[in-house]
């Protein structure tokens, strides 16, 4: 499947694309590590390449960078074809998971590495650097090495040295994925203020869904080099087109079911995973009798006691285990079909009141709209 994004930008405006990736193709020998990638990103926009180990995501970055040519395709980065250009000659940085940062120099030193080695003058080496520095709140560790700093500093530090430059284009490989969790999530609205604040286009290459859909306007995710399905966040995550998709973003229930009335306003799909009948809010278009797929978010699902009016939408069974994480517990129900599934509800109370046990018996419901009808 290709897609070509030519979507607005964050500002909504639908101007010429700042990259334009043309029918990319890269191939290792027999391998195609990437495969007819058709792509545009606007200015100034943050977006996310997710996808898991060899989806073909770090070598579209790479090629982006100028470090692999495309077998196939071509590259357009503020209009300028970039095909035969070195990376070195591209108005692009990139910044690596490990940092590379140089242990014997200062933070300042570091920093001004590559300014120093573009032949810079002193006096806007220094101003510049400082300006960074300050940016991303360093200015006050200027003259400390890398290891006198903690593993978030060390990235920001790593960010100022490959923004200094002025890049029109940075690249983030796995930028957060050295740090510990909560540093991570701290960093990911670090890296976003920074980002509006400089207006440079940014495009990160992850494999982590969270931090994807913090930081991203849009993200396009890929498998086995192809890009599946771009969008925005909230898109990939309620509108999966697939169950690559469905699963890759976010925890989720999946259910084949066959289409047994199918209407303009609704259809109908009876599901032996559940042992009922799924009622959706649209039509699907498809067959009577055809075999679809439902994807059904754990958030969606509801736990009551007793069984509610109406036999649609309703599956029954017996929660099994509970796992209690603070903002939300995560209940894993066996229905009475034999069918294990997770249901997610919010922890609203601190004291226990009637919260649910493991052994009780409970009917989980969901709504018509809460399912997605996915291709099988």
């Known amino acids: 499947m290709e897609h070509r994004s030519a979507g607005a930008g964050p500002g909504g405006s639908a101007a010429e694309p700042f990259v334009r990736i043309e029918v990319i193709t890269k191939r290792f020998g027999a391998t195609v590590a990437v495969n007819r990638i058709d792509l545009d990103i606007q200015r100034s926009e943050l977006f996310c390449l997710l996808g898991g180990s060899g989806s073909g995501k770090s070598t579209l970055l790479r090629m982006l960078a100028g470090f692999e040519q495309p077998s196939e395709g071509r590259i357009l980065i503020d209009g300028q074809d970039m095909t035969g250009v070195p990376a070195y000659e591209r108005p692009v940085n990139m910044m690596f998971q490990s940092y590379a940062l140089f242990p014997h120099m200062s933070v300042s030193d570091n920093v001004a590495y590559g300014l120093r080695r573009g032949g810079v003058a002193r006096a806007e080496i220094r101003k510049r650097v400082a300006d960074m520095l300050d940016i991303v709140k360093m200015g006050d560790y200027a003259q400390r090495k890398p290891h006198q700093l903690s593993g978030g500093q060390r990235q920001r530090v790593a960010l100022a040295r490959a923004l200094v430059k002025q890049p029109k284009l940075l ?32 495009i990160v290459v992850t494999h982590d869904q969270d931090e994807a859909m913090t930081l991203a306007s849009r993200m396009g995710v890929m498998q086995d080099g192809r890009l599946v399905q771009v969008g925005g966040p909230r898109d990939l995550y309620e509108f999966p087109v697939n169950r690559f998709v469905a699963r890759f973003i976010g925890a989720v229930n999946l259910f084949e079911a066959v289409l047994i009335e199918d209407e303009p306003g609704h259809a109908r799909l009876r599901c032996a995973e559940t042992g009922g009948v799924f009622h959706v809010s649209h039509g699907v278009s498809g067959t009577l009798g055809q075999t679809m797929h439902l994807a059904l978010r754990p958030e969606k699902i509801n736990l009551i006691r007793d069984k509610p009016d109406g036999e649609e939408n309703v ?62």
């Open 171 to 202: 690249l983030l490989d796995e930028p957060l994925g050295a740090l510990d969790k909560k540093l991570r999530e701290e960093t990911q609205f670090e890296l976003m203020k920074i980002q509006s604040q400089l207006g440079t286009t940014f």
């Open 315 to 376: 599956a029954p069974g017996v929660i099994d285990e509970i796992a209690y994480l603070g903002n939300l517990s995560v209940y894993q129900v066996r229905l009475d079909t034999g069918r294990l599934i997770h249901v997610t509800l919010p922890n609203l109370d601190r004291h226990e009141g009637e919260a649910f046990e493991a052994g009780n018996r409970v009917f989980c419901s969901w709504g018509p709209a809460s399912a997605v009808v996915l291709p099988a």
